[in-house]
């Protein structure tokens, strides 16, 4: 069994930063994409961005465009989420995705493999 666990949420004021990490483990498992998802109460789970290893390639959903960042390091099937300008609407539980499918990794069926979340509240 493949396990995903995220760390590095928490409460940050409006236009502050964290960095979310992602960390795979668990069987022989190697990803050929990694991404994350974030849903807040009440709305449905949306994209927030991904990274293909080959390339690399990354996606980023428009309204982090700029502000977000996706990185991370294929051999050790970690990834990270380097979040600045953080706003109020950005107050979700983000969750980590990982698969070892060849999409773009945009939406939620691309994945085989999902973390517990993690809490990211802004405060206004």
């Known amino acids: 069994q493949v396990q995903l666990v995220e760390s590095g949420g928490g409460l940050v004021q409006t236009g502050g930063s964290l960095r979310l990490s992602c960390v795979a483990s668990?069987?022989?498992?190697?990803?050929?994409?990694m991404g994350w998802f974030r849903q807040s109460p009440g709305k449905e789970r949306e994209f927030v961005t991904s990274?293909?290893?080959?390339?690399?390639?990354?996606y980023y959903a428009d309204s982090v465009k700029g502000r977000f960042t996706i990185s991370g390091n294929n051999a050790k099937n970690t990834v990270y989420l380097q979040m600045n300008s953080l706003k109020p609407e950005d107050t979700a539980i983000y969750y980590c995705?990982?698969?070892?499918?060849?999409?773009?990794?945009?939406?939620?069926?691309?994945?085989?493999?999902w973390g517990q979340g993690t809490q990211v509240t802004v405060s206004s």
């Open positions: 995705a990982a698969a070892s499918g060849w999409t773009r990794g945009l939406t939620g069926a691309d994945y085989q493999y």
């Open positions: 668990g069987r022989t498992f190697s990803s050929s994409l």
């Open positions: 990274i293909r290893w080959s390339g690399p390639s990354t």
